[in-house]
C-alpha cells in the first residue's frame, strides 16, 4: 500500500489505517479475542501500518488485543492509543492531569506489550490542565522513550497552536468525512500552516457512508449510534441523497461507495490518513482498495459541488458528548 506521511513529523505510515475501537467497543457486533487477532495480523499482511486504539476502548481491554495481535509485527507497524478520559462513578471525565498521564502511559504500555508508543493522543482537552503543561509532560516522555510523537483528539485550533509551541505536535485526530467536515472550516489550513498530519476517524460516518445502513435500521443498547441523533429513522431518510451521490460516483469508477468516501478524504491533502475500522475481513479489503482508486481533478469538483447542494440532518453527538469537543 502507499505511505504517507505526517506534515513535518517524519513519521511514515499506510495510507489507509485502522480504527481499532469497534473490534470490541461502542458497537453492538463485536468480536472474539482470536477474530480480532486475525483480522489484524491479516491487515498488517496486507499493507496496513497504522493502527489506533485508546485505554478507554474496553475499557483497557482493546489495547490489550492490539498489543497481542501486532507483537509480532512490533516493527513493521506504529501503534497509537490515547490518554485522558478516566472512569469516574460509571462516567466518562477528563483528566490530563501530569500524575494521570503518567499513570496512563504506564498502563498502555504494558497492555500494549510495547517499549514505547509510536503516537500517544489526548483524547480530549482537559479545559481544568493547561495543554503547555500537558505538552510539557509529552516533551518529558519523549525525552524518556516511552512515546515517539504526540498529538491531540478533537482539539480547538487555539490549543493545537498553544500544545505545538511547547512541544511540536505530530497529527491531530478529528472526526472527518462527507458528512462532517467542519475541520475543513479552521483545522485543515491550521494542521498545514504547522506542518501537522491529520487522521480522520468515523471517515465512512460511522457505517452510514458503505451504504448498508437503511432508513429503517435499528441500533442495540450498548450501541454508540442508537443515542446519536444522525442515526434517528427521520436523520438517516434525510441523508439518503449523500448515498445516490456516492452510489453514483461508485458506479463510474467501479468502486464500492465506502471506497469512494475513503478515495475523497485521500484527495483532501497528503497528510491525511483516515481510520476506517472493521470486523470483517471483507470490509478490511475493500477500506484497503480505497488507497488505489484516483479521482480526478474533474470527479472532485463534481462531488463537491454536489455536496454544497445537500444538507446533512441530524448532529453527530449527542449535546453532552459534542461539548467536550473543539476546546
Not at 461502542?26 to 468480536?31: D, E, G, K, M, V
Not at 448515498?243 to 458506479?251: M, N, P
Not at 478515495?263 to 479489503?285: F, S
Request: hydrophobic share 40%.
Amino acid at each position: 500500500m502507499r505511505k504517507r506521511q505526517f506534515g513535518n513529523s517524519g513519521l511514515e505510515v499506510s495510507a489507509i489505517g485502522f480504527g481499532c475501537m469497534g473490534l470490541n467497543f461502542a458497537y453492538s457486533q463485536t468480536l472474539e479475542k482470536k477474530d480480532v487477532i486475525a483480522l489484524l495480523r491479516a491487515a498488517v499482511e496486507r499493507g496496513v501500518t497504522f493502527f489506533d486504539t485508546a485505554e478507554l476502548y474496553g475499557p483497557y481491554t482493546n489495547e490489550e488485543l492490539v498489543g497481542e495481535a501486532l507483537k509480532p509485527y512490533r516493527d513493521r507497524v506504529v501503534i497509537a492509543t490515547k490518554f485522558g478520559i478516566k472512569l469516574q462513578d460509571g462516567k466518562q471525565v477528563q483528566d490530563s492531569s501530569p500524575s494521570r498521564i503518567r499513570q496512563s502511559v504506564e498502563g498502555s504500555l504494558k497492555r500494549l506489550k510495547t517499549d514505547v508508543i509510536d503516537l500517544y493522543y489526548q483524547h480530549r482537552v482537559d479545559a481544568n490542565t493547561p495543554i503547555e503543561d500537558v505538552a510539557g509532560v509529552m516533551k518529558d516522555l519523549i525525552r524518556e522513550g516511552k512515546i515517539k510523537h504526540w498529538g491531540l483528539s478533537e482539539p480547538g485550533v487555539q490549543t493545537v497552536r498553544r500544545a505545538h509551541a511547547i512541544q511540536p505536535v505530530t497529527a491531530v485526530e478529528n472526526e472527518y468525512s462527507m458528512w462532517w467536515r467542519r475541520p475543513e472550516d479552521e483545522m485543515l489550513p491550521v494542521l498545514e500552516e504547522l506542518g501537522i498530519g491529520f487522521v480522520p476517524y468515523s471517515p465512512l460516518g460511522k457505517g452510514f457512508l458503505t451504504g448498508t445502513i437503511g432508513r429503517d435500521a435499528k441500533f442495540g443498547k450498548n450501541d454508540f449510534r442508537s443515542i446519536v441523533p444522525r442515526f434517528t429513522p427521520e436523520a438517516l431518510a434525510a441523508n439518503e441523497t449523500l448515498l445516490d451521490l456516492l452510489k453514483d460516483v461508485a458506479g463510474q469508477k467501479r468502486a464500492t461507495p465506502a471506497q469512494i468516501a475513503l478515495a475523497w478524504l485521500l484527495a483532501q491533502k497528503p497528510w491525511i490518513v483516515p481510520i476506517p475500522g472493521t470486523t470483517k475481513l471483507n470490509r478490511l479489503e475493500e477500506n484497503i482498495g480505497a488507497a488505489a482508486i484516483e479521482l480526478t481533478a474533474e470527479d472532485l469538483k463534481r462531488i463537491n459541488d454536489a455536496l454544497a447542494r445537500i444538507t446533512v440532518v441530524g448532529d453527530r453527538y449527542p449535546e453532552e458528548l459534542e461539548r467536550r469537543t473543539g476546546i
